[in-house]
């Protein structure tokens, strides 16, 4: 059945202006880094962008997996750029960013999934300045114990890896296991203590709030305390489309049940992704 695209209602009418930055967009390119905020076609890249900041995207471009909501590219990667941790690192303290979230494309071709790049990366900015607080948003990793010990002692402050939906819709998830998902944040905390973990839902699937409040718990009994809740919206006609356009009163209803619960910060709002306003959760501990 094709994706039918709904009008947006009031409360989602963001004007988007992709092309906001010129002189990011050329630093970017100039730097050979990518973001995604363009990759995925972020809706909040205007407002990031204007106040310079953004989320790298590193390991390339290309997906292994192909998720049907999302908008990164789906195929065959190519080689690992050897020179990106540094170029990342360069471009972290051209912006002079305090708090850096660096995420992939899920990267099932190499065999520790790319975690030794993560570390390169972290290693780059932490050597440009010790008190930049690093963040990574990571793929499964299939489970690999020997990848996430890596990730986990990265010296990454915040390691999330998220959800996106409840069990029941995980048809949108190609590739990925929601138990497994909960296994490796479990992991990532049992390995670091010190570290804090985060995830990261989309409501519009046509998940119920009974099941958001089961994940919400399943979260919290794997030691999560950070979550965010953001609006699904399709990328394009050949994305997953949208079921509901949630109501902003839902997102804020969820939020507080989820701190009565006993998460330490959760940003919830039609426009929230997972690294938007990323330097409030650490505020928060």
């Known amino acids: 059945m094709p994706n039918i695209i709904k009008p947006k209602p009031e409360w989602l009418r963001k004007k988007i202006n992709y092309s906001v930055n010129q002189e990011l967009e050329s630093l970017f390119r100039d730097a050979q880094v990518k973001t995604v905020c363009q990759e995925a076609m972020c809706p909040n890249i205007s407002e990031c962008f204007s106040q310079k900041q953004a989320t790298f ?9 192909a998720c049907s909501f999302c908008a990164v590219g789906k195929g065959k990667p190519m080689a690992l750029d050897l020179n990106e941790p540094q170029n990342v690192a360069q471009t972290v303290k051209q912006l002079g960013l305090r708090h850096v979230v660096i995420t992939s494309s899920t990267r099932d071709d190499l065999g520790d999934g790319g975690a030794e790049h993560f570390c390169k990366t972290v290693d780059a900015i ?29 010296g990454a402050q915040i390691i999330g890896h998220n959800l996106e939906t409840v069990p029941r819709l995980y048809h949108v998830r190609k590739g990925a296991e929601y138990q497994r998902s909960l296994r490796v944040l479990k992991m990532l905390s ?16 046509g998940e119920k709030d009974e099941e958001v409040k089961a994940l919400m718990q399943d979260l919290l009994d794997v030691g999560c305390k950070y979550l965010s809740i953001g609006q699904y919206l399709s990328p394009s006609i050949h994305h997953t489309s949208v079921v509901e356009f949630v109501k902003p009163e839902r997102f804020e209803d969820l939020k507080n049940l989820g701190m009565e619960m006993g998460f330490s910060y959760i940003k919830s709002s039609p426009y929230t992704r997972s690294s938007y306003m990323a330097n409030e959760y650490l ?3």
Request: glycine letters at 6%; aromatic letters at 2%; proline letters at 4%.
């Open 57 to 65: 995207l590193i390991l390339g471009n290309i997906c292994t997996r």
């Open 126 to 154: 932490k050597a440009t300045d010790s008190s930049i607080v690093v963040e990574l948003l990571i793929p499964d990793m299939r489970e690999n114990k020997d990848a996430l010990q890596l990730i986990a002692m990265s």
């Open 190 to 205: 049992s390995l670091n203590p010190s570290i804090a973990t985060k995830s990261g839902i989309m409501l519009g699937f």
């Open 283 to 285: 505020e928060q501990r």
